[in-house]
Protein backbone atom coordinates (compact mmCIF):
# COMPACT_ATOMS: atom_id res chain seq x y z
CA UNK A 1 0.00 0.00 0.00
CA UNK A 2 1.40 3.61 -0.66
CA UNK A 3 1.77 5.73 1.61
CA UNK A 4 -0.20 8.59 -0.24
CA UNK A 5 -3.26 7.79 -2.21
CA UNK A 6 -4.50 9.77 -4.90
CA UNK A 7 -6.85 9.20 -7.47
CA UNK A 8 -5.27 10.54 -11.31
CA UNK A 9 -8.46 11.38 -12.78
CA UNK A 10 -8.70 13.32 -15.37
CA UNK A 11 -11.17 14.83 -14.24
CA UNK A 12 -13.09 17.06 -16.84
CA UNK A 13 -15.38 20.16 -15.29
CA UNK A 14 -17.07 22.70 -16.52
CA UNK A 15 -16.36 26.74 -15.87
CA UNK A 16 -17.91 27.78 -12.60
CA UNK A 17 -18.39 24.12 -11.14
CA UNK A 18 -16.91 23.21 -7.61
CA UNK A 19 -14.21 21.32 -8.10
CA UNK A 20 -13.17 17.98 -5.34
CA UNK A 21 -9.64 16.81 -4.70
CA UNK A 22 -8.98 14.14 -2.27
CA UNK A 23 -6.45 12.10 -0.65
CA UNK A 24 -5.71 9.28 1.86
CA UNK A 25 -2.34 8.47 3.58
CA UNK A 26 -1.95 5.31 5.39
CA UNK A 27 0.34 6.91 8.99
CA UNK A 28 -0.95 8.22 11.40
CA UNK A 29 2.24 10.04 11.98
CA UNK A 30 2.18 12.49 9.00
CA UNK A 31 1.25 15.59 10.69
CA UNK A 32 1.48 18.41 8.00
CA UNK A 33 -0.64 18.80 4.66
CA UNK A 34 0.13 20.11 1.74
CA UNK A 35 -1.25 21.29 -2.04
CA UNK A 36 0.70 21.86 -4.60
CA UNK A 37 -0.83 23.17 -8.36
CA UNK A 38 1.85 21.90 -11.34
CA UNK A 39 1.56 23.08 -14.74
CA UNK A 40 2.67 21.22 -17.68
CA UNK A 41 6.41 21.43 -17.70
CA UNK A 42 6.92 23.38 -14.59
CA UNK A 43 7.64 23.11 -11.37
CA UNK A 44 5.04 22.54 -8.03
CA UNK A 45 3.53 25.87 -6.75
CA UNK A 46 2.33 25.75 -3.16
CA UNK A 47 -1.76 26.46 -3.17
CA UNK A 48 -2.64 25.16 0.57
CA UNK A 49 -0.61 24.10 3.73
CA UNK A 50 -2.29 23.07 7.06
CA UNK A 51 -1.48 20.69 10.00
CA UNK A 52 -4.20 20.85 11.89
CA UNK A 53 -7.82 18.37 11.28
CA UNK A 54 -10.81 21.16 10.25
CA UNK A 55 -10.87 23.07 6.94
CA UNK A 56 -8.24 26.75 5.84
CA UNK A 57 -9.93 28.84 3.31
CA UNK A 58 -7.43 30.84 0.81
CA UNK A 59 -10.12 33.11 -1.51
CA UNK A 60 -11.20 30.18 -3.77
CA UNK A 61 -9.18 27.38 -2.17
CA UNK A 62 -10.67 25.13 0.72
CA UNK A 63 -8.13 22.67 2.40
CA UNK A 64 -9.81 19.99 4.62
CA UNK A 65 -8.58 17.89 6.66
CA UNK A 66 -9.77 14.87 8.84
CA UNK A 67 -6.95 12.88 10.97
CA UNK A 68 -9.09 10.54 12.04
CA UNK A 69 -10.39 9.21 8.73
CA UNK A 70 -6.82 9.50 7.47
CA UNK A 71 -8.25 11.39 4.44
CA UNK A 72 -7.48 15.11 2.77
CA UNK A 73 -9.30 17.41 0.54
CA UNK A 74 -8.80 20.23 -1.71
CA UNK A 75 -12.00 22.09 -3.28
CA UNK A 76 -11.86 24.95 -5.60
CA UNK A 77 -15.15 26.83 -5.82
CA UNK A 78 -15.57 28.60 -9.06
CA UNK A 79 -13.82 26.78 -10.98
CA UNK A 80 -11.65 29.11 -14.07
CA UNK A 81 -9.68 27.37 -17.17
CA UNK A 82 -6.76 28.37 -15.96
CA UNK A 83 -7.25 26.43 -12.72
CA UNK A 84 -6.63 23.20 -15.47
CA UNK A 85 -3.42 21.62 -14.18
CA UNK A 86 -2.65 19.13 -12.19
CA UNK A 87 -2.88 18.80 -8.52
CA UNK A 88 -0.62 16.99 -6.37
CA UNK A 89 -1.11 16.43 -2.32
CA UNK A 90 2.15 16.51 -0.24
CA UNK A 91 2.40 15.22 3.33
CA UNK A 92 5.02 15.31 6.21
CA UNK A 93 5.89 13.21 8.68
CA UNK A 94 6.66 15.34 12.10
CA UNK A 95 10.36 15.31 12.79
CA UNK A 96 11.62 13.71 9.22
CA UNK A 97 13.74 15.73 7.51
CA UNK A 98 11.25 17.76 5.38
CA UNK A 99 10.83 14.94 3.08
CA UNK A 100 7.77 15.19 1.75
CA UNK A 101 6.10 12.36 0.42
CA UNK A 102 3.49 13.13 -2.57
CA UNK A 103 0.35 11.55 -4.29
CA UNK A 104 0.86 10.92 -8.16
CA UNK A 105 -1.32 14.42 -8.96
CA UNK A 106 -4.86 14.52 -10.23
CA UNK A 107 -5.54 15.69 -13.67
CA UNK A 108 -7.84 19.06 -13.97
CA UNK A 109 -9.85 20.07 -17.10
CA UNK A 110 -11.61 23.30 -16.56
CA UNK A 111 -13.66 23.74 -20.09
CA UNK A 112 -14.95 27.37 -21.03
CA UNK B 1 8.39 29.68 -8.01
CA UNK B 2 10.41 31.93 -10.09
CA UNK B 3 12.93 32.63 -7.39
CA UNK B 4 14.65 28.90 -7.27
CA UNK B 5 16.60 29.29 -10.88
CA UNK B 6 17.24 25.48 -12.18
CA UNK B 7 19.72 25.36 -15.31
CA UNK B 8 19.57 23.61 -17.84
CA UNK B 9 15.94 23.43 -18.54
CA UNK B 10 16.15 20.54 -20.91
CA UNK B 11 19.34 18.24 -21.22
CA UNK B 12 19.84 15.20 -23.86
CA UNK B 13 22.64 12.81 -22.66
CA UNK B 14 23.63 9.68 -24.29
CA UNK B 15 24.38 6.30 -22.49
CA UNK B 16 27.10 6.34 -20.45
CA UNK B 17 27.36 10.00 -20.31
CA UNK B 18 27.31 12.15 -17.54
CA UNK B 19 24.82 14.88 -15.90
CA UNK B 20 25.42 17.65 -14.27
CA UNK B 21 22.17 19.84 -12.63
CA UNK B 22 22.35 22.89 -11.30
CA UNK B 23 20.21 24.81 -8.40
CA UNK B 24 20.53 28.44 -6.80
CA UNK B 25 18.39 28.43 -3.76
CA UNK B 26 16.26 31.91 -3.63
CA UNK B 27 18.18 34.84 -1.96
CA UNK B 28 18.16 33.92 1.82
CA UNK B 29 17.11 30.40 1.73
CA UNK B 30 20.16 27.95 2.55
CA UNK B 31 18.20 24.38 2.54
CA UNK B 32 18.31 23.15 -0.52
CA UNK B 33 16.04 19.56 -1.79
CA UNK B 34 15.93 17.51 -4.86
CA UNK B 35 13.19 15.35 -6.23
CA UNK B 36 12.76 13.30 -9.32
CA UNK B 37 9.33 13.22 -11.00
CA UNK B 38 8.62 10.09 -13.41
CA UNK B 39 4.91 9.92 -15.08
CA UNK B 40 3.73 6.51 -13.30
CA UNK B 41 5.87 7.15 -9.94
CA UNK B 42 5.37 11.19 -8.95
CA UNK B 43 7.87 13.16 -7.12
CA UNK B 44 10.18 11.73 -5.50
CA UNK B 45 12.56 13.00 -2.46
CA UNK B 46 15.83 12.48 -3.21
CA UNK B 47 18.56 14.33 -1.10
CA UNK B 48 18.45 17.27 1.57
CA UNK B 49 21.00 19.69 1.77
CA UNK B 50 22.38 22.62 3.71
CA UNK B 51 25.54 24.77 2.73
CA UNK B 52 28.58 21.79 2.73
CA UNK B 53 26.42 19.30 4.05
CA UNK B 54 24.57 16.68 3.48
CA UNK B 55 21.84 15.77 6.01
CA UNK B 56 19.55 13.48 4.37
CA UNK B 57 20.15 11.32 1.39
CA UNK B 58 17.93 8.30 1.96
CA UNK B 59 16.42 9.07 -1.23
CA UNK B 60 19.46 8.69 -3.86
CA UNK B 61 20.36 5.47 -5.55
CA UNK B 62 23.59 4.23 -3.86
CA UNK B 63 25.53 4.75 -7.18
CA UNK B 64 26.30 7.46 -10.12
CA UNK B 65 24.21 9.83 -7.97
CA UNK B 66 25.64 12.58 -5.95
CA UNK B 67 24.83 16.26 -4.48
CA UNK B 68 26.37 19.03 -3.32
CA UNK B 69 25.79 22.31 -2.17
CA UNK B 70 29.24 23.94 -1.83
CA UNK B 71 29.81 27.54 0.37
CA UNK B 72 30.21 29.38 -2.36
CA UNK B 73 27.67 28.84 -5.92
CA UNK B 74 25.01 26.82 -6.78
CA UNK B 75 23.55 23.04 -5.46
CA UNK B 76 25.25 20.45 -8.01
CA UNK B 77 23.15 16.86 -8.62
CA UNK B 78 25.64 14.72 -10.45
CA UNK B 79 24.61 11.91 -12.65
CA UNK B 80 27.43 9.51 -13.80
CA UNK B 81 27.18 6.98 -16.42
CA UNK B 82 23.57 7.65 -16.88
CA UNK B 83 20.92 5.07 -18.11
CA UNK B 84 17.34 5.92 -19.90
CA UNK B 85 15.88 4.72 -16.78
CA UNK B 86 17.65 8.22 -15.46
CA UNK B 87 15.52 10.13 -17.94
CA UNK B 88 13.38 12.04 -15.47
CA UNK B 89 12.38 15.88 -14.12
CA UNK B 90 14.61 17.03 -11.39
CA UNK B 91 13.03 19.39 -9.47
CA UNK B 92 15.16 21.73 -6.89
CA UNK B 93 13.55 23.57 -3.45
CA UNK B 94 14.67 25.69 -1.11
CA UNK B 95 13.68 26.65 1.95
CA UNK B 96 14.89 29.31 4.56
CA UNK B 97 15.39 27.84 7.66
CA UNK B 98 13.46 25.25 9.47
CA UNK B 99 10.71 23.57 7.46
CA UNK B 100 7.62 23.31 8.65
CA UNK B 101 6.16 25.36 10.83
CA UNK B 102 6.15 28.66 9.70
CA UNK B 103 8.08 28.75 6.07
CA UNK B 104 7.34 27.02 2.96
CA UNK B 105 9.66 24.86 0.31
CA UNK B 106 9.72 26.65 -3.08
CA UNK B 107 10.60 24.42 -6.11
CA UNK B 108 12.32 25.61 -9.40
CA UNK B 109 11.01 24.70 -12.96
CA UNK B 110 13.10 21.57 -13.10
CA UNK B 111 15.62 20.49 -15.43
CA UNK B 112 14.33 17.84 -17.82
CA UNK B 113 16.84 15.22 -18.65
CA UNK B 114 16.82 12.73 -21.53
CA UNK B 115 18.85 10.09 -22.11
CA UNK B 116 19.24 8.49 -25.58
Known amino acids: QKEVEQDPGPLSVPEGAIVSLNCTYS??????FMWYRQYSRKGPELLMYTYSSGNKEDGRFTAQVDKSSKYISLFIRDSQPSDSATYLC????????????WGLGTSLAVNP | NAGVMQNPRHLVRRRGQEARLRCSPMKGHSHVYWYRQLPEEGLKFMVYLQKENIIDESGMPKERFSAEFPKEGPSILRIQQVVRGDSAAYFC??????????????FGEGSWLTVV
Open chain 2, 93 to 106: ASSPRVFPPGNTIY
Open chain 1, 27 to 32: NSAFQY
Open chain 1, 90 to 101: AILKAGNNRKLI
